[in-house]
């Protein structure tokens, strides 16, 4: 290795900026697949069901201007039960947190009655943080609805700037993260320029297998599901090793995600190790089974077992 290679402690310029980003908006309009895209990399999970992102994690863009810590915030909704109130107060200490609120909207619909409410709370809980607003699902727009879609979602909370743009193609992405960076305070790298997230392997594993669940069942059963990792051993070069409990609710359920003579939790388990053998550049060996864990969501102990932090940490 020659000696610049050697020296890690790469100078940062005197300007170097670094913060907080608070990723706040209605499930669904696509706050996961901006932070990915941002990141170039998937580490936060995506699915067209609400509420597919559960807990609090960091994304973290670094480039030679900057570092961005992005907090993929839950969606804001009214809490149902233990774990719907988890995930509201997850968001409003994000907002605390924060250098910077982004508001992220689908602007390919008029705004709903969520995004009024998630506007509102936005407004009540900045206490002055800049609030940026990303009009997502650009590429869904037409030359009819542009303007007054536009138009509307401007409307919705007083902000600094707005960006139209599509986490999916990319288009606009690069005019977002300038202006988040210009936003932002001088500081250091708080983590290392190649450290995409602060949750290691074995919670990624957890949610790609959540995920896929999420994909590939309906009504009540995805927001039933919990994974634990029970093993995770890089066994070669090539090859990891991984061994998962996916937890449901009730017997019944047990039975879906099975499926008939083993269906379901076969593709769960294709798709899963495919995606993984992706993330991780090995070949991966999966062995899921399937518990009951009677009523998880609405026992603290048990989600505090399964890696929902219920206390509010500053
Ligand atoms: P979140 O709940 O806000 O994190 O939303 P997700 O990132 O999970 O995205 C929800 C759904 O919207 C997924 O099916 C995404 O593929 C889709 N989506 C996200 N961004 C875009 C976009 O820019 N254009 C289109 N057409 N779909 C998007
Ligand atoms: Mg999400």
Do not use: C
């Amino acid at each position: 290795m020659s000696d610049l290679e050697n020296n890690v402690e790469e100078t940062l310029p005197e300007d170097y900026r670094s913060g907080v980003v608070a990723v706040v908006g209605r499930p669904n309009v696509g706050k996961s697949t901006l932070i990915n895209r941002t990141l170039r990399q998937k580490i936060a999970i995506v699915s067209p069901k609400p509420q597919t992102t559960q807990r609090r994690q960091l994304g973290i863009f670094t480039d030679e201007r900057a570092q961005i810590l992005f907090v993929d915030t839950p969606g804001l909704h009214a809490p149902q039960h233990k774990l719907g109130e988890y995930m509201v107060k997850t968001a409003e200490s994000a907002f605390r947190d924060a250098d910077v609120i982004l508001l992220v909207l689908d602007a390919s619909a008029m705004p709903e009655r969520g995004d009024e409410l998630i506007a509102g709370t936005v407004e009540r809980l900045r206490a002055g943080t800049p609030v940026i607003l990303a009009l997502n699902k650009a590429d869904l727009l037409t030359p009819q609805n542009y303007e007054p879609n536009i138009a509307a979602h401007e409307a919705l909370i007083p902000h600094e700037e707005a960006f139209v743009l599509s986490a999916f193609t990319g288009e606009g992405v690069d005019e977002l993260i300038n202006a988040l960076i210009e936003k932002l305070p001088q500081g250091p790298r708080y983590y290392p320029a190649d450290e995409l997230s602060d949750v290691n392997m074995r919670f990624i594993a957890a949610e790609v297998i959540r995920e896929k669940i999420m994909l590939l069942t309906e009504k009540e059963i995805p927001y039933s599901v919990a994974v634990e990792i029970d093993s995770y051993k890089e066994r070669s070069d090539d090859m990891t090793y991984i061994s998962a409990v996916i937890y449901v609710e009730r017997d019944s359920q047990k039975g879906i995600v099975i499926g008939k003579g083993g269906d379901m939790i076969k593709k769960v388990g294709s798709d899963a190790r495919a995606e993984l053998a992706k993330i991780v550049g090995t070949k991966i060996f999966l062995d899921l089974r399937v518990k009951v864990l009677k009523n998880w969501r609405s026992d603290e102990k048990l989600m505090q077992r399964l890696g929902y932090r219920i206390k509010d940490e500053d």
